[in-house]
Structures are given as C-alpha cells and as structure tokens.
C-alpha cells in the first residue's frame, strides 16, 4: 500500500477500538493514513490515540478553525485513494444512504470519487431492521462496498449477525480495492 492514501471514518460503535488495530495495520503496510470520527465516535476511542497511530492530525470537527485547510472534508476526500469505515454504525448507515453531510465522516465520504469500503457494527436488531436492510441495499446499488457484518459474539455477550469484520479481514478488503489499474 505504500504511496497510497487511505482515510479511515469511526462512527459510534463498541467496535471502534478495532478501528486503532485497522490504521495500525494499514500505516504498517506502507499506507498514508488520515482519520476522521464522529462525535458519537470519540466518546469510545479518543482523538490522541488516532493521531498517534495515524501519525496525522484527526478530523474530528468540520468546523475547526485552526486547520490547515478551509474545508477539511473535501481536503481528505481528495486526497484518498480508498475510504475505509469502520465501524459503520446504522445511524451512518442510514445518513450515508439519504447522502447526508453533517459530520467528518459523512462529509469526506460524500467528498470523495475514490472506493469506499464499509464496515458495518451493530446489534442484530438493528443490522436486520427493514430500514437497515433498505439502506445496505441503497448503498450497494450507489457503488458502496461492504467487509462483514459476521455472525459472533456481539457486545450485548450474545450471539448474532452484527460483528464487525476483523481488522486483517477489513485490510484484505482495502487491499484488493487498492489494486493497482492495468496500464495501457
Ligand atoms: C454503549 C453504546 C454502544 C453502541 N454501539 C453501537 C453499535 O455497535 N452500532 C451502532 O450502529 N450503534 C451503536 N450505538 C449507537 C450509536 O452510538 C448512535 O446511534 C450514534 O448516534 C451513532 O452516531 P454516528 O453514526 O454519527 O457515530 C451505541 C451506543 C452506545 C451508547
């Protein structure tokens, strides 16, 4: 991945502390790694820790006057080779669907022409609800592509679909949509 620039989003989700081990991983593959998380998002993993591993400052307000770049959303969107999102909460879900851009990660998601690779998190409940169901499907026929959700333990301690993809199963996602494009 080296020389290519990937943009991680975190939403609100228990499974946001995955989300370190996944810009870990992607800065040891050679990756330029830039992350945006909602305000929901920081309340389970905090800012620091994705400065530290992303080695670049995080984007975490829209509104952040003291950013090098006037709209930091687009910034990012331009600069990405691929978005990864992870985890992608059915809230996102359902704001990314209707192409809503009120928070850094919807904002740099709608920003960009790059892929963007979808990691969804949630309680069965909520990835088997009708509105889940139709937004999954909104999205897929937009072009949006998905790692997971499997079946496994949950943060609930039950047993269900809504886990999200492991760290290396999400890398090998971002892997094959970072394919080099034949020459010629
Ligand atoms: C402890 C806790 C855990 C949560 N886990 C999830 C989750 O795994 N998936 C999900 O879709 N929402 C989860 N939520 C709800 C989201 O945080 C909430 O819908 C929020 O608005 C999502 O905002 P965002 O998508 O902008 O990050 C959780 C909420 C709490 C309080």
């Given at each position: 991945m080296t020389g290519r620039t990937v943009v991680v989003g975190v939403c609100g989700?228990?499974?946001?502390?995955?989300a370190a081990a996944l810009v870990s991983a992607l800065r040891r593959e050679g990756a330029a790694v830039w992350v945006a998380v909602t305000r929901s998002g920081r309340r389970f993993v905090g800012e620091a820790t994705f400065r530290a591993l992303s080695h670049n400052p995080v984007?975490?307000?829209?509104?952040?006057?003291?950013?090098?770049?006037?709209e930091p959303h687009v910034a990012l969107g331009e600069r990405a080779d691929l978005v990864v999102v992870a985890p992608a909460t059915a809230h996102t879900l359902a704001k990314l669907a209707a192409g809503l851009a009120d928070d850094p990660v919807c904002a740099v998601v709608l920003s960009t022409r790059a892929p963007v690779l979808l990691a969804p998190a949630m309680a069965e409940s909520m990835w088997l609800h009708p509105a889940t169901r139709r937004n999954v499907q909104a999205l897929r026929e937009m072009g949006y592509r998905f790692v997971g959700p499997t079946y496994g333990r949950l943060a609930s301690g039950q047993e269900g679909w809504g886990r999200m993809a492991e760290p290396e199963e999400i890398l090998k996602a971002a892997r094959e949509l970072l394919q080099p494009l034949p020459h010629g």
């Open positions: 989700g228990v499974a946001a502390f995955k984007l975490v307000d829209l509104w952040d006057p003291h950013g090098p770049d006037p």
